[in-house]
T-cell receptor, first 111, second 114 residues
Framework: RKEVEQDPGPFNVPEGATVAFNCTYS??????FFWYRQDCRKEPKLLMS???SGNEDGRFTAQLNRASQYISLLIRDSKLSDSATYLC????????????FGKGTKLSVIP | ETGVTQTPRHLVMGMTNKKSLKCEQH?????MYWYKQSAKKPLELMFV???????ENNSVPSRFSPECPNSSHLFLHLHTLQPEDSALYLC?????????????FGPGTRLLVL
């Protein structure tokens, strides 16, 4: 089983749509969870950390389900500028600062 | 912009060449990382340095040799590479504290081995 598995994508959605990305992770000892965004031919950049209680940042909402080892990202009112690859990232266990990245899901927002 | 710079941004080298990638972070962080990103593969962690000490080496071939002279600088020395080593090499840094920490990436060096 892959350590961090994401929706295969690509997701092609119209502007204004709501889109959800899902991610599962295999290491039950993981304690830190993130969504990164990577634009074409650019470096990954942190989009948001994911907390147990769930968290929201503007149009973005992240949820964590530790029992199911499942993380989600919801984007509301998609903008053209949201087009990118979204990477699900978890750390390797308690006290570990080693991060494991998913392959990413590509999102294209279409006018 | 991100506080982590990498040079060169692009590199083409033959299999017999020796080259070095450089990374510098201006964020005051205490940990630095090298990652490899190949097409259609997730980022692969290569090396981790914490307070200048190498703490992780994820089974990376010896043709890749890291060096961390201080907490702000990180090098990746390359020699006798193979064409399959062609990839984007990303440097990152972070401040290790607690369990929830963010890694900040440099723009990467796009390497082509001929």
């Amino acid at each position: 089983r892959k350590e961090v598995e994401q929706d295969p994508g690509p997701f092609n959605v119209p502007e204004g749509a709501t889109v959800a990305f899902n991610c599962t992770y295999s290491n039950s000892a993981s304690q830190s969870f993130f969504w990164y965004r990577q634009d074409c031919r650019k470096e990954p950049k942190l989009l948001m950390s994911v907390y147990s209680s769930g968290n929201e940042d503007g149009r973005f909402t992240a949820q964590l389900n530790r029992a199911s080892q499942y993380i989600s990202l919801l984007i509301r009112d998609s903008k053209l500028s949201d087009s990118a690859t979204y990477l699900c990232v978890v750390n390797s266990g308690a006290g570990s600062y080693q991060l494991t990245f998913g392959k990413g899901t590509k999102l294209s927002v279409i006018p | 912009e991100t506080g982590v710079t990498q040079t060169p941004r692009h590199l083409v080298m033959g299999m017999t060449n020796k080259k070095s990638l450089k990374c510098e972070q201006h964020l005051g962080h205490n940990a630095m990382y090298w990652y490899k990103q190949s097409a259609k593969k997730p980022l692969e962690l290569m090396f981790v340095y914490n307070f200048k000490e190498q703490t992780e080496n994820n089974s990376v071939p010896s043709r890749f040799s890291p060096e961390c002279p201080n907490s702000s600088h990180l090098f990746l020395h390359l020699h006798t590479l193979q064409p399959e080593d062609s990839a984007l090499y990303l440097c990152a840094s972070s401040q290790i504290q607690g369990t929830q920490e963010t890694q900040y990436f440099g723009p990467g060096t796009r390497l082509l081995v001929l």
